[in-house]
């Protein structure tokens, strides 16, 4: 079995900073793409940032330059790390990766979520 166990998230004011980590934790053979998806209420999930397992990355319009996603394959554990928030950011966080457990079977998995909110 395999979860995708997320930290940080929390309160911060417009402007400030946070920090997001998610490990991938089982019997794990190969990590593929990972990345951070947010939906805020109302609203559609959207994709935030992802990063292949070579360390190309992509970004929503809205968050680059001020976020960046990074990765420890070591670790089997994805960072995002978010500068400059405004509150628009606000959202629930999920992560999400592309792996697989072996014999050729690749499956998707989410994050239970973690919470950003950017309010003064």
């Known amino acids: 079995q395999v979860q995708l166990v997320e930290s940080g998230g929390g309160l911060v004011q417009p402007g400030g900073s946070l920090g997001l980590s998610c490990t991938a934790a089982?019997?794990?053979?190969?990590?593929?793409?990972m990345g951070w998806y947010r939906q805020a209420p109302g609203k559609r999930r959207e994709l935030v940032a992802s990063i292949t397992s070579g360390g190309s990355t992509n970004y929503a319009d809205s968050v680059k330059g001020r976020f960046t996603v990074s990765r420890d394959n070591a670790k089997n554990t994805v960072y995002l790390q978010m500068n400059s928030l405004k509150p628009e950011d606000t959202a629930v966080y999920l992560c999400?990766?592309?792996?697989?457990?072996?014999?050729?079977?690749?499956?998707?998995?989410w994050g239970q979520g973690t919470q950003v909110t950017v309010s003064s």
């Open positions: 089982g019997n794990i053979f190969r990590i593929f793409a």
């Open positions: 999400n990766a592309d792996l697989s457990l072996g014999l050729g079977v690749t499956n998707n998995y």
